[in-house]
C-alpha cells in the first residue's frame, strides 16, 4: 500500500508487487472503481487474480485515503484519466504491453480513455456495468430522474448508515447476497467521500454530451473487450452493456465477448466472486494468445 503525489492528488493505490516482487514480470491488471466508492471492493477479486497475474487498485479524487486536500482536482472524465495515467506512468506501466483494464460503472468511462491513450500497452478492455443506450425520450426522461435521485441521495445519505435503509441500499447495488464485510464497505464509502466529487460524478456520469463520446470512444479500443452484465442489475440497465456488446460485434475488428450473468447484480465482483474471476482470466488469457498470433 503505498502513496503517489500526482498533480491533482497524494493518490492511495495497493500494487500486489509489493508484497510479491516476483509478479513484476506478470500481466498486469488495473482497476478502476465505480461512483463513490473507494477500491476496497476489488479486494476478493484480486485475492484470487493475484497468483497469475500483478493486480494495481486505486482510490480515485475523493474516495478512500487519497488526499485532495491542499490540491484542486476536477472531477471530470479527463480529471480522473489524467490521474489514473500518472500512476500507470509513475509505475512503468506504459512501456510494454502486458496491461489489462478492467473499469466499472462510471470506472468504465475512465478506462475507456485509458485504453485509447495506451493503446500500445493493452492487452484487453473489461467494461462492467457501463453500457452505450439510444438517445430516446424515455432515456432522456430517465436520465431527468436519475439526475434527481443522485441530488436526494447526496443530500441525505447520511441515512443510509441506518436501518432498514441501508439494507435497501445495498440491495439495490448487489442482488445476490454479500458478506457483511462488504456490507459496511459500500456504506462507508459513499456516506464519506467527498461530496463535491461525489455529485460532479454523479452528474457527468448522466450528461448527454459525456455519453455521447464515451459511445464514440468505446466502440474505438483495438485490444480485445469483455462486456460483463449482471441481468439483474437494479443500478444501471443491463440492457445498456448488451447494446454496447452488439455494436462492438458490428463495428469494431477487434474481438468481443460477453459475460452474461442472470442471477447478479450491479457489484458481480462481489456477489459470485470465483464465477466473475474465472470469466476475467479467460478472457485475459484470450487477449495474451490474441496479441501474441496478431502482432501490431
Known amino acids: 500500500m503505498s502513496y503517489f503525489t500526482s498533480k491533482r492528488c497524494r493518490l492511495y493505490y495497493h500494487d500486489s508487487a509489493e508484497s510479491d516482487p516476483s509478479s513484476q514480470e506478470k500481466p498486469v491488471v488495473l482497476f478502476v472503481n465505480g461512483w463513490a466508492v473507494s477500491s476496497r471492493y476489488w479486494t476478493p477479486l484480486v485475492e484470487r487474480l493475484s497468483a497469475k497475474y500483478r493486480c494495481i487498485t486505486y482510490d ?15 472531477f ?10 500518472e500512476l500507470i506512468e509513475h509505475l512503468g506501466l506504459h512501456n510494454s504491453r502486458k496491461l489489462h483494464i478492467v473499469g466499472h460503472s462510471m470506472g ?14 493493452l492487452l484487453s478492455a473489461t467494461i462492467i456495468a457501463c453500457g452505450i443506450f439510444e438517445e430516446t ?54 456516506t464519506q467521500s467527498d461530496k463535491e466529487a461525489t455529485n460532479a460524478v454523479g452528474r457527468f456520469s448522466i450528461d448527454r454530451e459525456v455519453l455521447r463520446r464515451y459511445t464514440r470512444h468505446v466502440l474505438l479500443i483495438s485490444s480485445p473487450m469483455l462486456c460483463c452484465v449482471g441481468m439483474a442489475d437494479q443500478t444501471i440497465p443491463p440492457e445498456g452493456t448488451l447494446t454496447l456488446y452488439e455494436r462492438r460485434k458490428a463495428v469494431s475488428s477487434a474481438p468481443t465477448s460477453l459475460a452474461k450473468f442472470m442471477d447478479l447484480g450491479h457489484l458481480p465482483m462481489l456477489e459470485d466472486t470465483a464465477r466473475f474471476a474465472n470469466e476475467l482470466e479467460k478472457h485475459f488469457e484470450f487477449a495474451e494468445q490474441f496479441h501474441k498470433k496478431s502482432p501490431q
Do not use: W
Not at 60 to 74: F, L
Open 108 to 121: 468504465g468511462m475512465v478506462a475507456t480513455e485509458l485504453c485509447l491513450r495506451y493503446r500500445d500497452a
Open 137 to 190: 425520450a424515455l432515456t432522456s426522461l430517465g436520465l431527468f430522474f436519475l439526475g434527481g435521485l443522485i441530488d436526494v441521495s447526496m443530500n441525505f445519505r447520511n441515512v443510509f448508515q441506518h436501518e432498514p435503509l441501508k439494507s435497501l441500499f445495498i440491495k439495490r447495488a448487489a442482488t445476490k447476497a454479500i458478506s457483511k464485510e462488504y456490507h459496511d464497505v459500500l456504506i462507508e464509502d459513499f
Open 60 to 74: 480515485q479524487s475523493g474516495t478512500g485515503k487519497t488526499v485532495i486536500k491542499g490540491y484542486n482536482p476536477t
Open 76 to 85: 471530470t472524465i479527463q480529471g480522473f484519466t489524467d490521474e489514473a495515467a
